[in-house]
């Protein structure tokens, strides 16, 4: 079983659409959860940070549910803008220290069109 | 301020050479990561480097290095090269080993091994 799973798409909605992706990792040790984006060819870049209470940033809402071991991102209102890969990312506690990895779901692709 | 930078963007090497591939982290950033991504899958963990010891690594073999330098700045080596190295090699930054805020991503190299 991956550690970080998420469908990978594609997705492919119209402009205003409200496009929901979702996350499950395996690892307990998980300390902390973020949703990057990534362009083609480019690298990822962060998106937004994941909490248990849940969080907002503009149209963007991500959730957080460590009992189901889930993450969630919700897009509002899509723009042509929004299309591209949304990689669902957990910092894995590493070997019992206070170092981190990284571990990144294959990605879920986003095609916002017009 | 300069974000993450790597170096070279682009490289093509044979079978059986080796790479050395090099990033400088966001001042004032003590850790740097390094992952692999090839195409289609998200990026995975190779190394990890704090204060410029060794934190932690992934399951790559042993023909990938890497060491951090006291600037903080960081190189990745992989010898003997295989068609299978053939990625985006990515190198992220963060102030401290486990970061809760993300990490930062230079703009990758790309290696083509022929």
């Known amino acids: 079983r991956k550690e970080v799973e998420q469908d990978p798409g594609p997705f492919n909605v119209p402009e205003g659409a409200t496009v929901a992706f979702n996350c499950t990792y395996s690892?307990?040790?998980?300390?902390?959860f973020f949703w990057y984006r990534q362009d083609c060819r480019k690298e990822p870049k962060l998106l937004m940070s994941?909490?248990?209470s849940g969080n907002e940033d503009g149209r963007f809402t991500a959730q957080l549910n460590r009992a189901s071991q889930y993450i969630s991102l919700l897009i509002r209102d899509s723009k042509l803008s929004d299309s591209a890969t949304y990689l669902c990312?957990?910092?894995?506690?590493?070997?019992?220290?206070?170092?981190?990895?990284?571990?990144f779901g294959q990605g879920t692709i986003l095609t916002v069109h017009p | 301020d300069a974000g993450v930078t790597q170096s070279p963007t682009h490289l093509i090497k044979t079978r059986g050479q080796h790479v050395t591939l090099r990033c400088s982290p966001i001042?004032?950033?003590?850790?740097v990561s390094w992952y692999q991504q090839v195409l289609g899958q998200g990026p995975q963990f190779i190394f990890q480097?704090?204060?410029?010891?060794?934190?932690g690594r992934g399951n790559f073999p042993d023909r990938f290095s890497a060491r951090q330098f006291p600037n903080y700045s960081s190189e990745l080596n992989v010898n003997a090269l295989l068609l299978g190295d053939s990625a985006l090699y990515l190198c992220?930054?963060?102030?401290?080993?486990?970061?809760?805020?993300?990490?930062?991503f230079g703009s990758g190299t790309r290696l083509t091994v022929v």
């Open positions: 992220a930054s963060s102030p401290r080993g486990l970061s809760n805020y993300g990490y930062t």
């Open positions: 690892n307990s040790a998980s300390q902390s």
């Open positions: 994941v909490y248990s």
């Open positions: 990312v957990v910092n894995i506690n590493a070997g019992g220290t206070s170092y981190g990895k990284l571990t």
């Open positions: 001042s004032g950033h003590k850790s």
């Open positions: 480097y704090y204060e410029k010891e060794e934190r």
